[in-house]
């Protein structure tokens, strides 16, 4: 079920905080799922802390809308809403909205980078060096639709893409239906957080499988009815991220996020 949300400016602490009010409402979906240090369920993290500096400077309102990730693009594709965040590069998903720069999406002009991770069920002996994976006898589990599956393709290795929120997927890893699961970083540290038995069930193996940018995407109906505005958008999302203070919350919140899966991990 969407769920529509509207978030306030950036509160002073972090960043100069100016008039609430927008000139004009521009929908933007997201995934429902807390993803550290970036999302909260409560419409908290550095996501909507520099999206929301973003509307203020521009002077608009971004109203947001949760639903499952397939059904956030499908509604960017049809214009149903403006935008959709956080989305790794795909170039098949360019039939479905637009990246900053055009044919290839512009890093510069990201909303944050984040990894992906194996986990594994603790006594497990599934691992991955960084080039290959190791002991691997069944599927990796990955979210439906999320990138990471191209790369797990791209090896040779079989996936499972039967599920649609990472707590499914934490799930059928602990029942043995995955032989171990990609996840983001900060998807795995929200879990943790929220459950520290789990450090005892299931555990983070090797470096990262991968680490990528994710950006706001934006309709091709916007893009095309205001081009000037998409660019304004996407160029004040870069000297946000940029800035003095969003960087140092980004290095504190990120390091918080870090040590919650990493801790986890040398601990075992």
Request: net charge positive.
């Amino acid at each position: 079920m969407r769920r529509p949300l509207t978030i306030g400016v950036l509160a002073a602490s972090l960043l100069a905080c100016g008039p609430a009010a927008a000139a004009r409402s521009i929908a933007l979906c997201f995934e429902r799922q807390e993803v550290l240090p970036w999302r909260t369920l409560d419409g908290g993290g550095l996501d909507f802390e520099l999206l929301s500096e973003v509307a203020r400077r521009l002077d608009l309102e971004f109203a947001y809308q949760t639903m499952p990730w397939k059904r956030c693009l499908a509604q960017l594709n049809a214009n149903q809403v403006q935008g959709a965040f956080s989305a790794s590069f795909v170039r098949e998903r360019m039939a479905l909205g637009v990246y900053p720069g055009g044919r290839e999406a512009d890093p510069e002009r990201r909303l944050h980078t984040d990894t992906y991770v194996l986990v594994r069920r603790k006594g497990s002996t599934v691992d991955w060096n960084g080039r290959d994976f190791l002991n691997l006898d069944g599927r990796i589990g990955i979210e439906l639709g999320y990138s990471v599956g191209d790369f797990l393709r791209a090896r040779s290795i079989q996936v499972d893409e039967g599920t649609q929120r990472s707590s499914d997927l934490l799930e059928k890893l602990l029942a043995g239906r995955v032989a171990a699961a990609a996840l983001l970083g900060g998807a795995v540290a929200s879990h943790l957080k929220r459950d520290p038995s789990l450090a005892g069930k299931i555990e983070v193996r090797g470096p990262p499988l991968i680490e990528k940018p994710y950006y706001l995407m934006l309709s091709h109906q916007f893009v095309t009815a205001e081009p000037a505005l998409a660019e304004r958008i996407w160029r004040t999302i870069a000297q946000v991220r940029n800035s003095p203070a969003y960087r140092r919350r980004e290095r504190e919140s990120g390091r918080l996020a870090a040590q919650t899966v990493h801790a986890r991990h040398a601990g075992r």
